[in-house]
């Protein structure tokens, strides 16, 4: 059960682009990743909206959810699903926190894959995942994107993952989409709007 909330609560993808992916030169990627990690260092906070959509072999529509992220450097994020239902998921000090519409609950996620997971979202703002051990990185391009695709090293992280990709639009160095395939082949993609940058967070948003 924690296990899908936590992958559920935002992990990754549609994998349904109508423009064509094409593999980036080595300098191309060196250039793209620098520029990122560079762009990125000042980041101390990011709010956005997001919509969530979850694709499940054995149902014939697609799960579509509405909500707010709220990411405060070095290692809290917070996912707090507002339509169609209300649910909140919170990564702290190697904790996982879960208010669902009232129930609260929380596990331990220290040296857990979920850890990981947290870890590499929270690093998308700063351009850290890039050198995240755990993942081989290859970097891709399309007429709008850069894109990084993460494959999991580890047996552990693919018997859950296949890949992970995050999608920057080439005018910003944030992340706009994150996409994700399943193991089991089930897909969810995470599109972000209205960010903020360094804005003022209130603590309320890391608890539940």
Do not use: C, H, R
């Not at 990122?36 to 997001?50: G, N, P």
């Not at 579509?64 to 917070?78: E, H, I």
């Amino acid at each position: 059960m924690i296990k899908n909330i936590a992958f559920g609560a935002f992990l990754l993808i549609s994998g349904l682009f109508f423009a064509q992916n094409t593999a980036m030169s080595g300098a191309e990627a060196k250039a793209f990743v620098s520029k990122v990690s560079a762009d990125t260092k000042e980041i101390k906070t990011l709010q956005s909206d997001f919509t969530q959509t979850k694709k499940m072999d054995f149902l014939d529509k697609s799960i579509v959810t509405y909500g707010k992220m709220s990411l405060q450097t070095p290692n809290m994020l917070s996912w707090k699903y507002t339509k169609p239902y209300q649910y909140s998921i919170v990564f702290k000090s190697n904790k996982i926190y879960i208010n669902d519409q009232g129930k609260k609950s929380s596990v331990d996620a220290k040296s857990k894959t979920f850890e990981k997971i947290n870890k590499l979202i929270v690093g998308s703002s700063n351009g850290t995942m890039f050198n995240d051990p755990e993942f081989t990185v290859t970097y891709f391009k399309n007429g709008n994107y850069n894109v990084a695709k993460f494959v999991p090293k580890t047996s552990q992280l693919l018997k859950y993952i296949k890949q992970i990709e995050l999608y920057f639009p080439k005018s910003q160095s944030t992340v706009s989409q994150v996409n994700m395939t399943e193991a089991s082949g089930d897909t969810t993609n995470i599109v972000f709007k209205n960010t903020k940058i360094n804005a003022s967070i209130p603590a309320s948003e890391f608890t539940l």
